[in-house]
């Protein structure tokens, strides 16, 4: 707070006091009061009122300024009202009291949400466990009855359990933090558990699946990254073209193991390279060939984040598409 800010929001009262002074002033001499006293008398006045003003200013100087220092600090700015001190002033008073109420309010709408998201989470996780249930089950029919209709049954069926499986991890991509386990593991174990999973798919896809140099041991949470590669095999899949091929290697670095999957499909549009890990951005190819919700790649993204991996995309359309995922090297996570 600055001094002529100040008296620029107190001008009103002192032009009363200027202006009170002069009618006393006036009074006095009126009244065949002497001028040395009629002066004294007004001097002290104006005197008064000036040192009131100044132990005002300097109240309000240290209270506002400690309040804006306090505010530039913190990181979370809504904390402010925890660590306010009350001032001696009244209008001091009166903004603490505020501020305190308000964030309470903000503090218990907020408990509301959390308490509704919480809930809808959980719904989710509920109905996804459910419904994989059925899907499981249409799928051992399928196996029972094989013939080319059943097959593009169980082709679209693994759609939908991969739409489900995006659900299941979307619903608690915001808390991974409280369910995820580092532990020692190689590409390999990685690569093989993903394969497995969508091997019906591939089969069926005609999709040669080549792999190399996976006996590189990393640090990272298992389920989590099964995800993330099922994520990426699936898009290999969904954008395939003629003779398709899977090619997944790792790469030793010097602080970093790198997993490596490599196809020869559609390839992705230089105009949309960078954007490809966006919310909900499906792009030429997601419009063009295949119904695409844009989230997979931003959950990798999202999820790599959380794990403190790294993820790459590099792809050159009507080639094919690389993808990189890093994972560090140090064991500190254990």
């Not at 009170?20 to 006293?37: D, E, I, Q």
């Not at 600090?73 to 001091?92: H, N, Q, R």
């Not at 390999?188 to 699946?209: D, F, G, Q």
């Amino acid at each position: 707070m600055k001094f002529y800010e100040f008296l620029k929001d107190k001008i009103f009262a002192v032009l009363f006091v200027i202006l009170s002074s002069l009618f006393a002033l006036t009074l006095m001499n009126m009244l065949a009061v002497g001028a040395y006293a009629a002066g004294f008398i007004t001097g002290l006045f104006l005197l008064g009122e000036a040192a009131a003003l100044g132990m005002e200013y300097f109240q309000k100087r240290t209270f506002y300024n400690k309040l804006l220092k306090s505010l530039e600090k913190l990181d979370k700015k809504y904390l402010l009202s925890e660590i306010l001190d009350e001032p001696s002033f009244l209008e001091g008073k009166i903004l603490c009291e505020t501020v305190k109420t308000t964030n309470k309010a903000m503090n218990d709408e907020i408990a509301r949400y959390r308490l509704a998201s919480q809930e809808y989470r959980e719904y989710i996780e509920t109905w996804v466990h459910e419904v994989k249930t059925p899907i499981s089950s249409s799928k051992l029919i399928i196996e029972n009855n094989r013939n080319e209709t059943t097959l593009n049954l169980n082709e679209e069926l693994s759609k939908i359990e991969n739409y489900v499986e995006q659900a299941l991890f979307y619903s608690r991509s915001n808390t991974v933090e409280k369910d995820y386990v580092i532990k020692q593991t190689t590409l390999k174990e990685l690569v093989n558990s993903a394969l497995k999973k969508y091997s019906t798919l591939l089969i069926e896809s005609k999709v040669h699946v080549e792999t190399s140099a996976l006996d590189k041991i990393v640090f990272t949470d298992v389920k989590w990254t099964d995800f993330m590669i099922g994520q990426i095999l699936m898009n290999s899949i969904k954008y395939r073209k003629g003779n398709p091929y899977l090619k997944i290697c790792g790469l030793q670095n010097a602080n970093s193991v790198t997993l490596i999957l490599e196809d020869n499909g559609i390839g992705i549009p230089k105009k949309d390279l960078g954007r490809v890990f966006e919310k909900g951005f499906t792009g030429e190819n997601g419009r063009r060939t295949a119904k695409s919700t844009g989230i997979g790649l931003y959950l990798c993204k999202k999820l790599c984040d959380k794990l403190n991996l790294g993820i790459s995309i590099a792809s050159t359309e009507n080639s094919g598409t690389m993808v990189s995922l890093v994972f560090p090297k140090s064991n500190m996570y254990l």
